[in-house]
């Protein structure tokens, strides 16, 4: 009889209060970050992000900015003033602007090549904003709001909305896939797969919970997470919506999930004020069974030695670094 799997993730310390917020940078020279947001007790931070090499932070705050921080020294670069709660940020992908949005219901890009003149400011979206992104090479950039149901798309260059994807519920995530092809959105009880570039809804699945956030596999993805109240961080199957995999260990809701840009690895940020890494194991193309027209399909035979033998191979330094190149920086 074979013995049942058992996840054993990477616990991260150091938050005291909700982790609300995670961003993996892509992978650099230096290997490759992730950053984490909390609530604290000067205020919340509800948004974080990381630049594409992984120099500069950007969070966005109940104290009504939105920050810079150099990435390495932790030193605060730039502060712009809102007039509002600030609850997402976004560094575009040629690390030039910085977008913001909050309680004011307005989208804002700033040039952080100049940062002292005034942001560009896009058309006033119908409710306080939750979640912003970047897509189409910067040409792009999306939000959803925490008072109503959908996504929209803005065309940077003249401010308008040129789509607009329908959900029911307020959309709590919304991550673009690492090769552009999806926008993966939780909302409620429901995960959505849109098409990114023609904007057609490609695969919705009913979730046990209220999800409050979901993150694709960037490999090959074929298989995606999510989290929310229940405390639980779920692995599905991306094709057929099949449940594959249930890690526990958080002792509050999970707020947010993100997979590491190699997908060997996601995060969990909850309620509990810490941070897990789960393993998922190293994936090659001989682990994937079968090919479909949608992309690649199948399982990763990953066992509990395998997990448990990358677990060991983490270490914290003296220096509150975790070992593996991969590192968390605290917002």
């Given at each position: 009889?074979?013995?049942?799997?058992?996840?054993?993730?990477?616990?991260?310390?150091?938050?005291?209060?909700?982790?609300?917020?995670?961003?993996?940078?892509?992978?650099?020279?230096?290997?490759?970050?992730?950053?984490?947001?909390?609530?604290?007790?000067?205020?919340?931070?509800?948004?974080?992000?990381?630049?594409?090499?992984?120099?500069?932070?950007?969070?966005?705050?109940?104290?009504?900015?939105?920050?810079?921080?150099?990435?390495?020294?932790?030193?605060?670069?730039?502060?712009?003033?809102?007039?509002?709660?600030?609850?997402?940020?976004?560094?575009?992908?040629?690390?030039?602007?910085?977008?913001?949005?909050?309680?004011?219901?307005?989208?804002?890009?700033?040039?952080?090549?100049?940062?002292?003149?005034?942001?560009?400011?896009?058309?006033?979206?119908?409710?306080?904003v939750?979640?912003?992104?970047?897509?189409?090479?910067?040409?792009?950039?999306?939000?959803?709001?925490?008072?109503?149901?959908?996504?929209?798309?803005?065309?940077?260059?003249?401010?308008?909305?040129?789509?607009?994807?329908?959900?029911?519920?307020?959309?709590?995530?919304?991550?673009?896939?690492?090769?552009?092809?999806?926008?993966?959105?939780?909302?409620?009880?429901?995960?959505?797969?849109?098409?990114?570039?023609?904007?057609?809804?490609?695969?919705?699945?009913?979730?046990?919970?209220t999800?409050?956030?979901?993150?694709?596999?960037?490999?090959?993805?074929?298989?995606?997470?999510?989290?929310?109240?229940?405390?639980?961080?779920?692995?599905?199957?991306?094709?057929?919506?099949?449940?594959?995999a249930?890690?526990?260990?958080?002792?509050?809701?999970?707020?947010?999930?993100?997979?590491?840009?190699?997908?060997?690895?996601?995060a969990?940020?909850s309620?509990?004020?810490?941070?897990?890494?789960?393993?998922?194991?190293?994936?090659?193309l001989?682990?994937?069974?079968?090919?479909?027209?949608?992309?690649?399909?199948?399982?990763?035979?990953?066992?509990?030695?395998?997990?448990?033998?990358?677990?060991?191979?983490?270490?914290i330094?003296?220096?509150?670094?975790?070992?593996?190149?991969?590192?968390?920086?605290?917002?």
């Open positions: 009889m074979d013995k049942k799997r058992v996840a054993v993730p990477l616990v991260c310390h150091g938050h005291s209060r909700p982790v609300v917020d995670l961003c993996y940078s892509p992978v650099t020279p230096d290997g490759f970050f992730l950053i984490s947001a909390s609530k604290g007790h000067k205020g919340a931070v509800w948004s974080c992000c990381l630049d594409t090499n992984a120099l500069r932070a950007a969070s966005g705050s109940a104290d009504f900015t939105a920050k810079i921080w150099d990435a390495i020294t932790g030193e605060e670069l730039h502060s712009f003033e809102h007039k509002h709660i600030v609850r997402a940020c976004a560094f575009s992908e040629d690390t030039h602007f910085l977008l913001t949005g909050g309680v004011e219901k307005i989208l804002r890009i700033y040039d952080l090549n100049r940062p002292d003149a005034s942001p560009r400011e896009v058309d006033k979206t119908p409710g306080s939750r979640t912003v992104a970047w897509l189409h090479s910067d040409q792009t950039i999306l939000s959803s709001c925490t008072d109503m149901g959908g996504v929209r798309l803005w065309d940077v260059r003249t401010g308008d909305v040129v789509r607009s994807l329908e959900t029911k519920s307020p959309v709590t995530s919304a991550e673009v896939s690492q090769d552009g092809r999806y926008i993966t959105t939780a909302d409620g009880f429901t995960v959505k797969f849109w098409d990114a570039n023609h904007f057609g809804l490609v695969k919705s699945y009913n979730m046990p919970c999800v409050e956030s979901a993150s694709l596999e960037p490999k090959f993805g074929y298989k995606f997470i999510a989290g929310g109240e229940d405390m639980w961080i779920r692995v599905f199957d991306f094709h057929t919506g099949e449940e594959i249930c890690n526990k260990g958080h002792h509050g809701p999970v707020h947010c999930v993100r997979f590491s840009p190699g997908g060997e690895s996601y969990s940020g309620e509990d004020g810490t941070i897990r890494i789960w393993q998922t194991g190293q994936q090659t001989d682990d994937v069974e079968t090919v479909s027209a949608n992309g690649l399909t199948g399982k990763v035979n990953v066992t509990a030695d395998d997990v448990s033998r990358k677990i060991e191979g983490f270490h330094a003296d220096e509150g670094r975790i070992g593996q190149k991969e590192e968390v920086a605290n917002a």
